[in-house]
């Protein structure tokens, strides 16, 4: 499948871990945490896929550490926040663009059930 | 051991297999997370603690599975094996190159091919001799113990002999055609 938007299209577990980092910098644990919230518990992601994630989205400039700090409400571990970049909220934004443009479509078509109806 | 020393010790045994710079970047924050969604699994209730754990372990194993496949296919090992054969190969040649330069010069008047497979033999050999011999020198080196497995450094002896061995012979055997002896074999 190809796209012409210039943005290629974000993995699920890239796309949660940007929404969560939208409103914050996070730790990893924060980070899981605000995917399930979003979510509304259906996702729910493990230590693997977020650290693996996290490192190509480090890698390719979506997101950058911050400096170590300790979480008052963690506890005395100092621990590493990651925060969204410029070129992840693009990212983010032509993600979303995506998803509302299928929405419309989906409309358009009357695929969503009644019960689902916007 | 209590539970969760137990847990934590077998998470960070497992976080080793990672590849060695993902490990360096992120399994301290790894082991941070496994404490705190431990902490959250005993807080929320011990009701299915073990598939819980069963689950992020499975998880993580699936990750590192992952991680190491994309390290070898961004062909950094592929790079290593490469790096490492290069000054073995070199060796070899430097070996071999005066033998051939004889032949060359004393056998040009008798319209024979140039022996290509017996010195690539001659050049294949030096160089598996070096690449067995590397490790233990690497261990030498670095101020480790070159027996620490004595049937290992057995084999790699015995190897090596082998090849020391076939080399000499080959190169005995041929000494007389690299001088320039007629009808030699």
């Known amino acids: 499948m190809t796209t012409t938007n210039s943005t290629p299209p974000l993995t699920p577990a890239v796309f949660h871990i940007l929404l969560a980092l939208s409103s914050g910098e996070r730790h990893g644990y924060g980070i899981m945490k605000q995917v399930e ?11 693997g896929t977020l650290y693996g ?3 190509r989205m480090l890698d390719a400039g979506l997101v ?6 300790v979480d008052p409400e963690m506890g005395d571990e100092r621990r590493i926040y990651y925060e969204i970049t410029g070129v992840g ?3 983010l934004a032509a993600e979303l663009e995506r998803y509302q443009r299928i929405v419309a479509i989906a409309q358009q078509r009357k695929l969503f059930p009644k019960t689902f109806s916007l | 051991m209590n539970e969760k020393t137990t847990a934590h010790a077998l998470y960070r045994k497992l976080l080793t297999l990672y590849p060695r710079n993902f490990k360096e970047q992120f399994s301290e924050s790894m082991e941070q997370t496994f404490n705190d969604l431990y902490n959250e ?7 299915g603690f073990f598939s819980f754990m069963f689950r992020i372990f499975v998880e993580t194993a699936l990750g590192i599975i992952k991680e190491n496949i994309l ?16 000054s073995p190969s070199i060796i070899s040649f430097i070996l071999v190159f005066p033998f051939m330069f004889l032949e060359l010069a004393n056998r040009r008047n008798f319209h024979e091919g140039f022996p ?19 490790p233990m020198s690497r261990s030498l080196r670095t101020g480790n113990s070159i027996i620490t497995n004595p049937i290992i450094l ?3 002896v015995v190897f090596l002999a082998l090849i020391a061995w076939m080399w000499l012979g080959l190169l005995i055997d041929q000494m007389p055609c690299f001088l320039g002896v007629p009808n030699c074999d």
Do not use: H
């Open chain 2, 41 to 47: 699994q005993k807080r929320q209730a011990d009701r």
């Open chain 2, 116 to 134: 290509i497979a017996l010195f690539g033999l001659m050049w294949l050999l030096p160089v598996v001799f070096i690449l067995i011999l590397m």
């Open chain 1, 64 to 69: 950058r550490e911050s400096d170590k700090r």
């Open chain 2, 71 to 86: 390290l070898l296919a961004q062909g950094n090992v592929m790079k290593n094996i490469l790096t490492n054969l290069r």
């Open chain 1, 53 to 55: 994630s996290l490192k």
């Open chain 1, 37 to 47: 919230s979003d979510s509304q518990g259906k996702v729910m992601m493990g230590p």
């Open chain 1, 89 to 91: 909220a693009e990212a």
């Open chain 2, 154 to 156: 057995l084999i790699r």
